[in-house]
């Protein structure tokens, strides 16, 4: 939930005097009057905070209704980073120790501790992708529909059209965004481990092989892309051979060994889980490559290759986690 921290002051505050305090510490106005917000973009904010200020409001004050000349709010946002509460409790200090006032804290006189947890950067890029991908998959899983097989291949094996089966083809066109969803998350996830770890960034620049062509350059140059959008670039996220050689050379994880050998059951059976996303993934290319739908994808088959999404997700959380203290899941950890 919010969590509010204000200060009232008795006297009235110019507007001018706020702000220069305000945008000083990095807030920016809005399109709504007096507000503003902080965001730390360099991967120490998840929500941000807000500030607003206002002349005469009536606020109820210990058991009766009082006028406050000038009253300065702040507010995070559920999810907030110990960055963002930071902030808010920083930015009424500041304005207290200059101007004066009572604070209040949630409708209680005083500051309150900021006990979250200190999320490293990368805990906190990564987790956006975390976040994005779990987010990806909650809105496909809706849309996985009910398909009659026999009837679809009874209709294959009589040359009869499939132009009515819409469940038919809803499925088999929602599969090639289950690849996406996957390749998106392998890549951003790189993406921002290598763009918050020294380290990661540093084998990318002791390289002695890399000629880059003129064009390339060119984009450096201009700012169009800088050498990690290069770099990423040289790797397929929907192959999983390609993804391990990026995963092992800059974050240090076995995919095959670590994440995708394990298993989920299917069918009665129990299959790895890169067995799974690998059919997943050969299906999706002889769709788009070959226009070839696929008469296997019912319902079933379409929730295992979501549970094994889900599954692949889950393991790198833990693996993180126990493994190398990398806390990626925002929703729990704040």
Known sequence: ???????????????????????????????????????DY???????????????REYFIEGQDRQVKTSMETSTKAGRSYYDLQMQIDTIK??????????????????FENDLP??????????FAYINFKRNLAMVEGLIEDVDLERIKNYEENGLPLIFEKN???????????????????KTFTYRYIETNEEAQNIIYKKKDRQLPYNVVKKLINGEKNIIDIEIEEYSFQNFKSANRAFIKYIGID???DILSHKIPVEGQEKTLVTVLTEMIDYRHKLIHEALLNNTLGKNKMKCYHSSLELLGNVLVSYLLEKRDIRIDLEEEL
């Not at 919010?2 to 005097?17: F, P, W, Y």
């Open 1 to 39: 939930m919010g969590v509010d921290l204000d200060l009232n002051i008795n006297k009235h505050i110019e507007k001018h005097d706020i702000e220069e305090i305000i945008l000083s510490l990095g807030y920016k106005k809005t399109e709504f009057d007096n507000t503003y917000f902080w965001f």
């Open 118 to 127: 200190k999320l490293s950067r990368t805990d906190i890029a990564c987790g």
């Open 94 to 111: 500041l304005l207290e120790e200059r101007f004066g006032g009572t604070v209040y804290g949630d409708g209680e006189e005083g500051y």
């Open 255 to 257: 995919l095959f060994k």
């Open 168 to 186: 038919y083809l809803r499925n088999n066109t929602l599969l090639p965004f289950f690849v996406s969803v996957m390749e998106n998350f392998l």
């Open 42 to 56: 360099d991967y120490r904010s998840t929500r941000g905070c807000w500030f607003s200020f206002g002349y005469n």
